[in-house]
């Protein structure tokens, strides 16, 4: 009975519960990684935020960007303010291959038009146009509290840094959902794609304006004189700005048992920031292969770009760092490094749903709590547009997994025909190297309020700081 039992376990494949199976010490460090993390969700709300805030830990964890002296072992670059790239060199050649993680930092959001401000008359209030950005669903983004954050570039060239609504005493913007009452035509009859239409997303700006004016746009006129105040600028400005809506609430504990975080932007910023930590982590193990940590823009777009993961930059980054560790950037041998290279490109994947499990089959997909998922395909349909990672190189990575007692599962991101959607997996690929899906699963991905368990936070954490360090 007991020999029957045990060939039972040798068998049978089980993925294995972080809650149940981890230890003391584990949990504990998983709650405690989560702290820095909100921290981190609450300071980076854009891609600009997110290149700046790293670059500051990066300079603090003596790393220098390039060019830099030969001795730095620690080099990065950032290019255009959205897109970075970090490396800690190994102690063989980088034409023999890095071990690189890649996450992207923009998420979706609502932007403001490059003419946004104007008077409304019906009512009687200044208003902002808006063009979402990515994947959204539309009616999660009205009646609820959002921050302005960006820059503007001044006629004169200067840049301004703009944030307002994110400290308690500064005001939130609103775009106004339809009453209930009267939704009955608007809303009701249409489909849920259709019922809130982007042209209606234009967000309640303000509502004074000057006592006894006699100005035809006295709102308009107003806000203006309010923006010039403060910041110094013109209507005009507003053509050479990116000014990006986000939620302005923080990323905060979820659950009676705290065990989960509840945050925007965890698409996909959660990979970053566990790439990032993995990095910093290792980086005094001396290793032998180059570890690379590498934040791409635009991925809620298409990648393109000269930020997004389809531009030269990050080639451009790896042939510099050929050259500053004395190695030949030559395109033969860029290609060379980069075919000898494995990547786990670090984004979120969907997890089970208690309301929607249908939309998944559940042998095959992410579960919260069970650790990081692994996604050997992305894509839709017939994995049309996916990178179908090789078996040879996903036994690689479950390898190193294991042997490091990290949590793991491998799940694909719905069922098939159910939907799809890709990752920069197949444009790295494309370049050569041996590339996987491997990121965190998240419940109400692209929404305001995405879902992730500390468990799978801290497991995403440990696999990728296994992976950075092995041979
Ligand atoms: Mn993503
Ligand atoms: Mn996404």
Request: overall charge negative; glycine content about 8%.
């Amino acid at each position: 009975m007991k020999a029957k039992k045990e060939q039972a376990k040798q068998l049978l494949y089980e993925r294995k519960n972080f809650w149940k199976e981890a230890s003391t010490e584990e949990v504990k460090r998983a709650f405690d990684f989560a702290v820095p993390y909100k921290d981190f969700l609450n300071k980076c709300k854009t891609e600009r935020e997110t290149v700046q805030w790293t670059e500051e830990l990066l300079k603090a964890s003596k790393f220098k960007s390039l060019p830099a002296s030969k001795q730095s072992k620690r080099v990065y670059s950032v290019f255009r303010n959205k897109t970075i790239a970090m490396a800690v060199l190994g102690s063989e050649p980088l034409s023999a291959g890095f071990n690189m993680v890649a996450a992207h930092i923009d998420a979706p959001r609502v932007d403001l038009k490059q003419n946004p401000l104007y008077e409304d008359k019906s009512s009687a209030t200044a208003c902002m146009k808006t063009h979402y950005y990515g994947g959204i669903k539309k009616y999660q983004w009205v009646s609820t509290p959002l921050a302005l954050h960006g820059i503007i570039i001044r006629t004169d060239g200067t840049i301004l840094n703009i944030s307002i609504g994110e400290n308690e005493d500064e005001p939130v913007f609103i775009i106004p959902d339809l009453l209930p009452h009267l939704a009955r035509k608007e809303q009701y009859t249409k489909t849920l794609g259709e019922a809130i239409s982007a042209s209606n997303m234009n967000l309640i700006f303000s509502g004074m304006m000057e006592p006894k004016t006699e100005e035809k746009e006295a709102l308009k006129l107003y806000a203006l004189q309010l923006l010039n105040q403060r910041y110094g600028i013109q209507e005009k400005d507003f053509i050479s700005a990116e000014l990006e809506l986000v939620p302005a609430t923080p990323a905060r504990d979820a659950g009676m048992d705290s065990s989960m975080i509840v945050s925007y932007g965890q698409d996909d910023r959660i990979c970053a920031y566990t790439g990032l930590q993995a990095l910093i982590s290792a980086m005094e193990n001396k290793p032998k292969r180059t570890m690379i940590v590498y934040f791409s823009d635009k991925e809620e777009v298409g990648s393109q770009g000269n930020t997004g993961a389809q531009s030269v930059f990050l080639q451009d980054f790896i042939a510099a760092l050929l050259a500053h560790n004395g190695e030949s950037d030559s395109s033969s041998n860029l290609r060379k490094t980069f075919i000898n290279s494995r990547v786990l490109s670090g984004d979120v994947t969907a997890a089970v749903d208690p309301n929607y499990p249908n939309v998944h089959e559940l042998q095959n997909a992410v579960i919260f709590n069970y650790g990081v998922g692994i996604s050997k395909f992305t894509g839709s349909g017939g994995k049309s547009g996916c990178n179908d990672a090789n078996a040879e190189f996903v036994a690689e990575i479950i390898r190193i997994f294991d042997q490091a007692g990290v949590f793991w599962q491998m799940g694909e991101l719905g069922k098939v025909d159910e939907g799809g959607g890709g990752t920069i997996a197949y444009i790295l690929a494309n370049l050569g190297a041996e590339v996987v899906d491997c990121g965190t699963g998240l419940m109400g991905m692209h929404s305001l309020y995405e879902l992730s368990s500390k468990a799978d936070l801290y497991s995403t954490y440990a696999g990728y700081q296994a992976f950075l360090i092995s041979q």
